[in-house]
């Protein structure tokens, strides 16, 4: 199980950290906002998050903790600590820096990433990652243009088309397109929500920055993920509130426990 828990944790992060601004009221001043989500591995739960978000006008800032839990633990703990900070720009939240830090047992990474105009402009990586050059596919200078955080990546402002068409993300090591479409809608109920969602397959798509030849990479590219879309009340963005992945060893699934409260 080991073997997957770095990638599943970062696509699992990428969609969960992307929840965190889902329930932020109209855009003013000071608003901050805390989500709460499940992460589960079929019913065997592996890990939390907890979230917070401030817009002060078209400014956004989105912080937040992941906690591995259950059956992981029992290998390695997992955490991250994570944020971002940019600015609505028409239909999309672009970043200006994103942040993280990953801890897998007692090993530490930092990813730092400078964006200016939706480029990536620096990345940091400490300690650098050991990689093989004959099976490295390494990301190119024009993988770097026109893309999108993974925490801002799946929210989309009020107005926005959503599920439709592909989302360009770099988290500071890999670079993938995630094309959405929408298969319809449906009702849905959690804790600080109560409405109709848009529900959307995912089509995960590695373009550079993994090792070639991965099993569960290459079954993520063959197997579509779903993605549910909500938007509160008085909120001002689409983000999810559901998400299940598919792995070889069952689906993963991402709920928010809390959300708009």
Known sequence: MF????????????????LAA???????????QVTEYDITLGI????????????????????????SG????????????????????????????????YKLGKRTRIYDVIYQNGNVTDTTIKPPPRRNPD?????????????????SGL?????AKICSGRVPVYDGESRMDLVLKQEGTKPYETKGFKGEVTVCSVRYEPK??????????????????????????????YAPI???????MGPLYITAARYGE
Do not use: C
């Open 3 to 18: 073997h997957i828990i770095r990638p599943l944790a970062g696509i699992a992060l990428l969609l969960s950290l992307s």
């Open 22 to 32: 889902s329930a932020v009221p109209a855009l003013s001043a000071d608003i901050t």
């Open 44 to 67: 065997l739960p592996i890990g939390t998050a907890k979230f917070s978000s401030e817009f002060d006008g078209n400014d956004y800032k989105i912080n937040g903790i992941f906690q």
């Open 70 to 101: 259950g059956i992981v633990n029992v290998i390695k703990k997992v955490s991250a600590e994570t944020n971002v900070a940019g600015r609505i720009s028409g239909d999309r939240l672009q970043a200006d820096r994103y942040n993280l830090v």
């Open 135 to 151: 099976n490295w596919i390494p990301v190119a200078p024009g993988d770097l243009k026109s893309v999108l955080d993974p925490l």
């Open 155 to 159: 929210i989309f402002p009020a107005g």
């Open 208 to 237: 550079s920055g993994y090792r070639k030849g991965r099993s569960d990479i290459e079954y993520l590219r063959q197997t579509p993920m779903e993605v549910w879309f909500a938007k509160g009340d008085d909120a001002t963005v």
């Open 242 to 248: 559901y998400a299940r992945i598919p792995t070889r």
